[in-house]
């Protein structure tokens, strides 16, 4: 959309100054009666005006679009689709199947207001990259540009197309009861350029996407930022890795700003990040396709977390002083640690992962504003001090402890010792200086492994009540804790040809079963856990997998865009028909 905005692609004065790889070296000479001044090339520069649609042409290129491209309204799930799989229920005929049961453990219980449900990211569902003003992030560039850096080279261009089929899609999970659906935001569609005007259609059709799940009885909670930074940001300072702690932390907090005011109170629980760990790892990107930086590569993690410390704060406080109700927090992650040996040196490489992992964010949020020693004594060698002010903003600026807890894994020292690791900064373990498996001392893994293409994640759902204890225990929230994101990649399932095969994922089936169950231990135990989102809703773009492995509760047929319901969504469902008190849900017969 041409008319969204042109932005003046300025670098020069301020911008150039704080970013120019080279010195400016400059010699004036004269031509003719003329004097010009000449620089040195690297430090050559020019305006340009450019809209949205240019954006797309310079730096991503053509997008593939689905045939589907108008918001298309609901149609009821069929009877025969909520009919839940063996051993959950039986037809009449035939008859003869023995199955030994397992008896509810009148103990366990979930209080009524406890929230759980699933999730999505816009980036990795919506598809309609252009669309509708959508301006591009830098994961468009990942996966149009960088060859090979998505397997297959497959694109969100398309996705699920769950930009125009989301009225299918909440009601589809309506009518398995399901009374939560958490999503991001795209922030490059609300604003094309990550800053500047905001493009009034995507307001709009997000105002509808919250307006159908209030339509069916489905609770919309939602994520500001799910890892598509606007492309323009990238560019323009670094996005990220702004060493002024200050122009993506304003245009964030802009971009909350819009969004708190429009849908505030509409929404019961916020989140301003997903998994920063993640995303700040993410640096550095590949060369030579976005704005070159100063950042030293093994820096560039936590000059990102620096800035998304200070953004969260400031969002956090906004929506205190717009009143917005509903509590605000943002997503961790991480898998519980655990000592491989009970040696002193596993229990401090230990330490040092929860420091260098969850408690890079957790720490400053929840106990002090700043961060834990054994990391601060790396990032205090480049990073500025936070001051009192910003360490006040960070502290406390949650309302609860949203976690992301997806598997367990051991910990342990590095061969030639911590402290000679931390001495070494070519050691290719530092700065953190610890190693993890996934296998006990005896040799024998964690447990299940899921597809090939997770190598990080195993089934460890024995190990989530220590884990969820660990959480309480350690940073002591209020508001209790919130298991955010968690569900498993089905062995091979891309592998599957026949639609029956697929539906039928027993491993997955039985992670969310027992998971649920050990959320269920660790409550009756004492920790204040407030509600579960399963990850995820159907199956989607897994960022640089992409369609290879698969989490979803949901198969969706990417050619023809039809959705269907695996078994482990109703294996799911059934521990809150079970356990959870005045619950009504049903299970068809």
Known sequence: MRSLSVLALAFVGKVLAQNATTP??????????????????????????????????????????YSINTTVAATPVPAS????????????????????????????????????????????????????????????????????????????????????????????????????????????????????????????????????????????????????????????????LDESYENIVDDFVNYANIVFSRWGNQIEHWFTFNEPSVFCNEYPYPEHYFRTTNVPPK????????????AHGKSYR????????????????GGHKIPLTDSPEDALATQRAWDFSEGQWANPVYINGDYAQNLKDYTSTFLPDFTE??????????????????????????????DACVANSSNPLWPGCFNSTNQ????????????????WLHKTSDWLPNFLHYIQDTWKPRGGVAVTEFGFGEPFEQLKTTLSDILLDPIRSSYYTDYMEGILIAMSEGVEVVGALAWSIFDNLEWAQGYNVKFGM????????????????????NVFKVYQVGSNLTIAR
């Open 318 to 333: 906004l929506a205190k002083s717009l009143g917005v109700k509903g509590t605000v927090s943002f997503k961790n992650n």
């Open 554 to 573: 949901q198969y969706v047929n990417l050619t023809t865009q039809e959705r269907y319901y695996k078994a482990s969504f109703f294996e799911f469902v």
């Open 440 to 455: 006990y001392a005896t040799g024998w893994n964690i447990g299940p492994a899921a597809d090939p293409k997770a190598p």
């Open 81 to 240: 689709s909520l009919i839940p799989p063996p051993p959950l229920y039986y037809a009449p005929f035939p008859t003869g199947q023995q199955n030994p049961a397992t008896p509810k453990n009148a103990s366990w219980s979930f209080p009524k207001n406890f929230w759980w449900g699933v999730a999505s990211a816009a980036f990795q569902v919506e598809g309609a990259v252009k669309d509708e003003g959508r301006g591009p992030s830098v994961w468009d560039v990942f996966t149009h540009r960088v060859t090979n850096f998505i397997v297959g080279n497959d694109t969100g261009d398309i996705a699920d197309n769950h930009y125009y089929l989301y009225k299918q899609d909440i009601a589809r999970i309506a009518a398995l009861g399901v009374p939560y659906y958490s999503f991001s935001l795209s922030w490059s569609r609300i604003l094309p350029f990550g800053r500047g005007e905001v493009n009034e259609q995507a307001l709009r059709h997000y105002d509808d996407v919250i307006a159908t799940c209030l339509e069916y009885n489905v609770k919309p909670l939602i994520t500001l930022y799910h890892w598509d930074l606007p492309l323009w940001l990238q560019n323009l300072y670094g996005g990220w």
């Open 299 to 310: 820096q560039q993690p936590y000059v990102c977390g620096q800035n998304v410390l200070l």
């Open 24 to 65: 400016i070296s400059t010699a004036i000479s004269t031509v003719g009666s003329a004097t010009v001044a000449s620089v040195a090339p690297s430090a050559i520069v020019t305006s340009l005006g450019l809209s949205v649609d240019d954006l797309w042409d310079l730096f991503v290129g053509p997008v593939s679009n």
């Open 389 to 418: 002010e910003q360490k006040a903003s960070i502290n406390g600026s949650a309302d609860l402890f949203a976690h992301d807890a997806y598997a367990a894994s051991f910990y342990y020292a590095p061969d030639d010792g911590i």
